[in-house]
């Protein structure tokens, strides 16, 4: 039965169908093979012997080792699923399991560990670190043997009790598309020994025959017994082989411990895992047809390393060999599979140069050239030892050379690369295409989509191979017969025909005709078309998805113009396949999504045209990747990587210790928007409301003098500042352009309308492209104008805003509704920040390179911020407090030691300055500058360390910042310590409610009624009470705010939280695309969150005590909306409401009372009847 | 004396006729059951409307899968099989009904344009449904779409429905045509069973501080019924077709005067929100004592007694009515 599936589908269908309990935590790119369980598990889908596997999601992943080890322990069969830093976080069970001999199977998308830099992408870093835990490592190559051997597995673990850690490539393996061969039950059943299963449920705790585990041993006993474990490891491999002899019988497929493929009579032999090992069979192949005595030794079963097999497996002629390790151990004598070669080799006393080196880290690219260069290495008399292959090393010189350009893919492999928004559908369609070519072919098929970081405006590039024979290509596409480009604003800011093979054709979405698109295209592009003599078709698939009915829905489109262009199936065939593909995959959809998809297939081919040669090529140059002012950094690096040409950058380029600078988004003009606010300054209020709101700063409003308009652009708009001030004041908005994603969000806040006119408001949506050039004239005159002094604005909102953002242009979700708290809080105390960033959404939006949203003002001090992990934020950002205490703590004694050669007022304002607000920052910075100053005449040792931790004396402002999934589950252990530490740091949790950053996974603070992956039915578990929890403490300040409800509750929230000398934690309630619904209307829908009493705002300020107040008040007044009003405007409920209304009744009436329940609860707690109990000082 | 209240209407014949009319009252189950033990003859049920079924399948679409997937996320929401989108609820909701009570339970749709959605009245039919109204609830604001092109656009849809369904078809209209007696032979012709006259459209309000439109729905009252009382006069001799009257029903009496222009049946719903699903019965009753004392025996008898063919004066009905009225108040 052929399947089309990635690895994670695959091996999840295995795992499912044998396990009893199954306990996960979502991390990628692992998080899919839980999410099928629980998909398979709530649509009812059984394991083979008839139960519905029990999935459960835990608050970590060290919950899910915990609750697999229990599960075992109790008699189930039991897995889970995982990779990198959750890996990491399994061990100390995984030694456990291991320990207790326990028969039990984990699956792992082998990733990489965060070091330098936090990366998704794969290498095997995670699992290299379990090597010595005592779990079998079981390592397949590819997607077909993922599924495999993920049943071998299973299989091999209850037969030998050593559990098994099965191991394949994160992206590369477990997100690539292929079709493959599935597995039916009978096979599951023909595979697993019902003996073994027996013998496993046996060992199970039960009363009815007690034993205990988990002992304590003493230095009499602990050794012997551990070594009591050895039979069990030395049987292993044999059993595994046995378990790999029943698979060939059932399926046909053989496999071995150690595969040898290659020549007859190998000289050189490559030793690797994963899915390189497949690159290199391929490569194998190749040069052994030109003459090559060359070989691959692919490793399976990679723990217990059976070094006989390994040494049996080695071909007789081989004269040299060389290891390559997808993981890096600085500081090791060599990597780990290169050091177990070493040693097996020694212990068969086989004489064989051996030679290892490391490649393919973070998913980096290994090519049948680079296979080819290392072989070629081994051919030198003296080969390189570590070495590095895939990039080039100009600092310690251990990089080999390739041959970019060789291409040793045969002919008619069909290789079509699709440039596309991840908005567009474009990964979406590709999938369809290949399951039809799949379908309707004998044709092998390989689809591999690449992400950019970007949560707005993302591109993809998908990957799609057809082939006659098995696609052993686990690389990128080098040489594309088939490009097609889905928006046509890729072609400026992106190498489009990079890939494009000469002849090969190149399909793009243009609203221009056949006639005109040559002269609309960059030079470059004109000139590669011509020159590399590509078929050129254009298309304007923007008007036909309009014209059915989806706008911005290209992908369909483009689908038919592949289907018509590329010849890979029959046209008619092609066509059929794809109606009836549509059908299928948008059934339950509706049918009207299926129609409109439909129509814009077969209205594609009819719209298409073949575009001539041009007689003249364009001399539009493309515009420069970064402006000419940004800083050499910038420059050299990021501008490389914002292009897409990150590979080629050197060793040399990079800092080595993860250190970035920061305030770069300002130079990647990413010109996501089409529309943009346009604003009418006669209408306008003066509130600045829209540039609270903006969640990426690119809509903004400075005060300023009339003399500052000299020199103004013509089109820059100015009026009367109406609040006070200096005469003469003017006001401006002013949209980025380039900046802006076009959300919307601030003309839906607008409350200023033209009365006689009131659709009109004072900022509406316009298109821009006519207005782009004036526009960037605008805002760069607006940049430069002044900046307000921060230490004489009010704190409310009008006047907040007028301070510089230093948060802007994130990469985060058009609409998203975390970052415009970061912003505020950036604008509030960004100068003095210091923000420990739990891994999540704002981790990437605010780390993932190229460039950085973090900014800074004209005298260079902006927030600077650090990502720890996701478990750990808490602690992190306690850790800065202690630290900077300790500094203050530092240089109050050099300031008192250096104190009687310094002015006595300047010492008395430098110790007892009032800092708590702006003017007394500022006061104290002044004292600093002058403190300084004085001391660069003095020779004292004192004088000198006091230069160094002088700027301490200014108070500086620790914040810990993460979502709800950190906050609320993995690292409340965590944050429940710093509450009760009294520590001076301030918790903005950013609460949307949901995993957001891994795609809608359940929290503890998913409301009731909220479908989320893990909670398919909808979650009937009320949201947890985080804010209560820590008011609990009574020395917790505590606010919970919403942005676009109660503004000015947010930004009292905010400064109380950093005056507040104690622990603070603020809630925030934040929209998010994981709600199902129209971001534009996030602040309605806020409204009537705060409004139903299901997003309670308030503030519990422990400093009320003192003056004789009670510390809560709840600031959102009694309920005015209906709960059920609120959450019919959101997918995530209305998805239940769809599916099952009587449940959804049940759920609506469920969070009625428990926010009925809750509501009192906080009511009671504001009234509380503490006078008489503060009059006698009690403390709370 | 015995006293028949039966009622043939869109073939179907109905104990009596007084009709549940779509609304909220129909879109619970256990006022369904209120609602036939209170003697409903008929139960129109809450309205499927066309943006509920495009809407909420293109916004599902967009809102629950159209977001770009990111290398750490695919999609943000489960994808089960038993994850169907559409209004599919409303369908159970129909079998459902059907099997709670024994009277003819009619399914609503509420739509203007032909599209993909119309498959939902099959749906509907296969649901259990005894028969259909359709409701063209239409406000026209495009200057460049004539009467012709509204009424074609309408009448397209009524075939589009009576294509797709075996089941009688009755269509809701409201009173805004050019020619009603011309537009109701052009519905008999695309194979509509019945006319119910006439529905009511949300008035809004306009909220003078925001500057915003308010959406509101006021009920119906008696004062409503001479419109419809007008219509059905003039319709009642010249078509073939069943005829109900929806929106000013309140008390026996309107009742009975809509019979007597011509209706088959008369349709409840603000005067039974108003006063609870038993309110029906106390219509029911009224009409009863009334037809008791006033001697008919049957709903027959009754029945267009007082059309535009029957009445005494039909001057009334038409436009000298009206200068007769204008004179009245010199």
């Known amino acids: 039965m052929s399947i089309l599936v990635d690895a994670n589908e695959a091996v999840a269908s295995v795992a499912h169908r044998v396990s009893d309990v199954i306990a996960i935590y979502p991390i990628t790119p692992a998080s899919s093979m839980a999410e099928w369980c629980d998909e398979w598990s709530v649509a009812g889908r059984k394991n083979i012997w008839g139960q519905i596997p029990r999935v459960e999601q835990l608050q970590s992943e060290a919950g899910a080792a915990g609750t697999v080890h229990g599960a075992l322990q109790a008699g189930a069969l039991a897995t889970t699923f995982t990779a990198s830093q959750g890996l990491l976080l399994m061990i100390p069970n995984l030694y456990k399991i291991a320990g207790e001999l326990t028969a039990f199977t984990m699956h792992v998308a082998a990733r990489t560990i965060a070091t330098h830099a936090l990366s998704i992408f794969g290498d095997h870093s995670d699992v290299m670190a379990c090597r010595q835990t005592g779990m079998a490592l079981l390592c397949s190559s590819s997607v077909q043997e993922a599924q495999d051997l993920a049943l071998v597995a299973h299989a091999a673990s209850l037969e030998s009790r050593i559990p098994f850690l099965h191991f394949f490539d994160g992206f590369r393996t477990s ?299 686990t690389y990128l596409i080098g040489k594309a017969r088939f490009v097609a480009v889905s928006q046509p604003g890729l072609v400026e800011r992106i190498d489009v025909l990079e890939l494009a093979a000469p002849g090969a054709v190149f399909l793009l979405n243009t609203p221009h005709s056949p006639e005109e698109v040559f002269a609309s295209l960059p030079e470059d592009v004109a000139r590669g078309i011509v020159e590399r003599g590509l078929r050129f078709h254009v298309i304007d698939a923007h008007k036909v998805a309009s014209d059915v009915g989806l706008p911005g829905r290209v992908s369909t489109v483009m689908q038919g113009c592949f289907f018509a262009l590329s010849g890979v199936l029959p046209r008619e065939q092609a066509f059929a396949a794809a109606r009836r593909a549509i059908e299928k995959t948008f059934k339950r959809r509706g049918a009207q999504v299926v129609k409109r998809n439909i129509d814009a297939l077969e209205l594609a081919e009819a719209r298409m045209s073949a575009v001539p040669a041009p007689s003249v090529l364009p001399e539009r140059r493309r515009a420069a990747v970064v402006p000419a002012q940004a800083p050499e950094f910038v420059q050299r690096v990021s501008a490389a990587m914002i292009a897409g040409h990150g590979n080629l950058l050197p060793v040399s380029a990079f800092p080595p210790d993860g250190t970035w600078p920061s305030a770069t988004t300002r130079y990647e003009k990413r010109g996501l928007a089409r529309e943009t606010p346009v604003w009418d300054s006669k209408v306008c209020i003066q509130c600045n409301k829209c540039a609270l709101v903006c969640p990426h700063a690119a809509i903004r409003a400075k005060v300023y003098g009339a003399d500052d308009l000299a020199g103004s652009p013509a089109g820059f708009l100015s009026t009367t500042w109406k609040s006070g001030g200096e005469a003469n004041a003017r006001y401006s908005i002013q949209v980025a352009p380039d900046d802006c994603t076009g959300c919307g969000l601030c003309v839906a806040i607008c409350p200023a309308k033209d009365k006689s006119n009131p659709r009109h408001k004072a900022i509406d949506m316009a298109p821009l492209d006519e207005r782009r050039d004036g526009e960037r004239a605008n805002w760069d005159f607006f940049l430069e104008l002044p900046e307000s002094d921060r230490s004489e604005l009010k704190l409310d909102v009008k006047h907040v805003q007028l301070a510089q953002p230093l948060f802007e242009f994130s990469g985060a979700c058009s609409g998203c509704g975390e970052t415009p708290y970061l912003k505020l809080a950036s604008q509030m105390f960004g100068d003095r920040m210091l923000i420990a960033n739990a891994t999540g959404c704002s981790s990437i939006y605010g780390g993932n390179q190229p460039t950085t949203p973090w900014s800074v003002n004209k005298q260079g001090r902006g927030p600077a911020w650090a990502n720890s992990l996701f478990e750990d934020n808490a602690e992190f950002g306690l850790g800065f407090r202690f630290a900077l205490d300790q500094s203050v703590d530092r240089a109050r004694a050099l300031l008192g030691a250096c104190a009687g050669a310094l002015p006595e007022e300047l010492v008395r304002g430098l110790f007892e300055a009032d800092q708590s607000g702006e003017l007394g920052i500022a006061a ?162 806020q409204k009537l969150a705060v409004d139903s009493g299901v997003w309670p705002v308030y503030r519990f300020d422990p400093r009320r005590l003192d003056a004789g107040e009670l510390p809560l008040a709840v600031d959102s007044g009694p309920p005015k909306a209906r709960v059920a009003d609120y959450m019919k405007n959101e997918g995530r409920f209305q998805a239940i409401a769809m599916r099952d209304p009587e449940r959804y009744a049940e759920l609506v009436a469920l969070e009625e009372r428990y926010i009925a329940e809750r509501q009192a609860f906080h009511e009671q707690l504001a009234g509380l009847k503490l006078k008489s109990a503060i009059a006698q000082g009690a403390a709370l | 004396m015995s006293l028949d209240l039966s009622t043939r209407c869109l073939g179907l014949t109905l104990a009596n006729p007084l009709v549940a009319g779509a609304g909220p009252l129909t879109a619970n189950l256990d006022t369904i059951r209120a609602l036939e033990d209170a003697g409903a003859g008929a139960i129109v049920l809450r309205s499927l409307f066309e943006e509920q079924i495009t809407g909420r399948e293109l916004g599902a679409a967009k809102h629950l899968y159209g977001h770009a997937p990111s290398a750490e996320a695919q999609s943000w929401f489960p994808d089960v099989d038993a994850f169907a989108l559409g209004p599919d609820e409303y369908l159970e909701h129909v079998q459902r009904a059907r099997a709670a009570v024994r009277v003819p339970v009619i399914g609503s749709l509420n739509g203007t344009t032909r599209g993909g959605w119309v498959h939902y009245a099959r749906l509907i039919e296969e649901a259990g449904a005894s028969a259909l109204e359709l409701n063209l609830y239409d406000v026209p604001t495009d200057p460049a779409a004539d009467s012709i092109a509204v009424e074609d656009r309408l009448l397209g849809l009524v075939r589009d429905v009576r294509a797709a369904i075996s089941i009688p078809l ?119 004592e009334w037809l008791l004392e006033h001697e008919y025996d049957s709903i027959e008898t009754l029945r267009g007694s007082m059309n535009l063919k029957r009445c005494p004066d039909p001057a009334h009905y038409e436009r000298s009515n009206y200068m007769a009225l204008l004179g009245s108040w010199q």
Not at chain 1, 297 to 324: C, E, K, N, T
Not at chain 1, 343 to 359: M, S, T
Not at chain 1, 1035 to 1052: E, F, G, I
Request: include cysteine; proline fraction near 5%.
């Open chain 1, 924 to 1085: 104290q910075r002044a004292r600093v500058a002058e403190l300084r100053r004085l001391l660069a005449a003095h020779k004292t040792r004192e004088a000198r360390a006091l230069e160094t931790c002088a700027d301490h004396l200014v108070r500086r402002s620790v914040w810990i910042i993460g979502g709800d999934g950190w906050a609320y589950d993995i690292g409340f252990g965590g944050l429940d310590h710093v509450f009760s530490s009294r520590a001076d740091v301030n918790v903005l949790v950013l609460d949307t409610e949901v995993y957001s950053n891994t795609g809608g996974q359940q929290s503890k603070a998913t409301p009731i009624g909220a479908v989320a992956k893990f909670a398919a039915g909808g979650r009937s578990t009320g949201k947890k009470d985080l804010g209560l929890i820590a008011m609990s403490y009574g020395h917790v300040y505590v606010a919970s705010v919403a942005l676009y409800a109660r503004d000015a509750q947010v930004v009292k929230a905010f400064a109380e939280a950093e005056s507040y000398p104690g622990p603070s934690l603020v809630i925030a309630h934040s929209p998010c695309i994981a709600h199902g619904y129209d971001l534009t209307k996030s602040g309605e829908q």
């Open chain 1, 175 to 473: 997100h690539e598309v292929h079709r493959i061969e599935g597995l039916d039950d009978e096979v599951l059943r023909g595979m697993l020994d019902e003996e073994a299963i027996t013998a496993h449920r046996a060992r199970a705790l039960t009363p009815e025959k007690p034993v205990i585990r988990g002992t304590a041993h003493n230095p009499d006993t602990y050794f012997q017994a551990r070594e009591a474990v050895n039979p069990f490891y030395d049987a292993c491999p044999a059993i595994v082989e046995r378990a790999l002899e029943r698979f060939a019988k059932l399926t046909g497929r053989r496999y071995r411990l150690f595969d040898y493929h290659g020549a007859a009579d190998p000289e050189r032999l490559l030793v690797l895992m994963g899915s390189g090992a497949e690159t290199a069979r391929e490569t194998v192949d190749w040069l052994v047809a030109r003459g090559e005595k060359v070989g691959v030794l692919v490793v399976r079963l990679y723990r217990p390393f059976d070094a006989r097999a390994f040494a049996a497996a080695l071909p007789r002629s081989i004269r040299s060999i060389a290891v390559l390790d997808r993981t890096k151990e600085p500081g090791a004598p060599c990597e780990p599979l290169h050091l177990d070669v070493l040693a097996a080799l020694v212990e068969a006393e086989r004489a064989v140069r051996v030679v290892g080196g490391r490649y393919g880290l973070s998913s980096k690219e290994f090519t049948p050239a680079m296979v080819k260069s290392v072989f070629d290495e081994l051919a030198r008399p003296q080969p390189r030892n570590h070495f590095t292959v895939g990039i080039v090393d100009d600092v310690t010189h251990l990089s080999l050379e390739w041959d970019a350009e060789l291409d040793i893919e045969a002919e008619d492999v069909t290789r079509a690369v699709f440039y596309g928004l991840g908005s567009d559908g474009t990964v979406g369609a590709n999938k369809n295409t290949i399951k039809i070519v799949g379908e309707e072919t004998d044709l092998c098929t390989q689809g591999y989509f690449v992400y950019d970081s970007k949560k707005s405006g993302s591109t993809t590039v998908s990957h799609l191979r057809f082939s006659p024979r098995p696609i052993r290509s």
């Open chain 2, 170 to 288: 009755s269509v809701k209209l409201s009173p805004f045509f050019s020619s009603l007696p011309a537009f109701v032979r052009e519905l008999e012709h695309a194979g509509a069973n019945g006319i119910v006259l006439f529905n009511r459209f949300y008035q809004p309000d306009i909220d003078l501080e925001a500057l915003e439109l308010q959406r509101t729905l006021r009920l119906s009252d008696s004062s409503e019924l001479p419109l419809r009382l007008r219509w059905l006069a003039v319709l009642s001799p010249i078509t073939p077709l069943s005829l109900q009257a929806s929106g000013g029903v309140h008390h026996g009496r309107d009742a009975l005067k809509a019979l007597m222009a011509g209706a088959h049946a008369v349709q409840l719903v603000s005067a039974l929100l108003q006063r609870g699903p038993g309110h029906l019965a106390q219509v029911l009753t009224e009409m009863r």
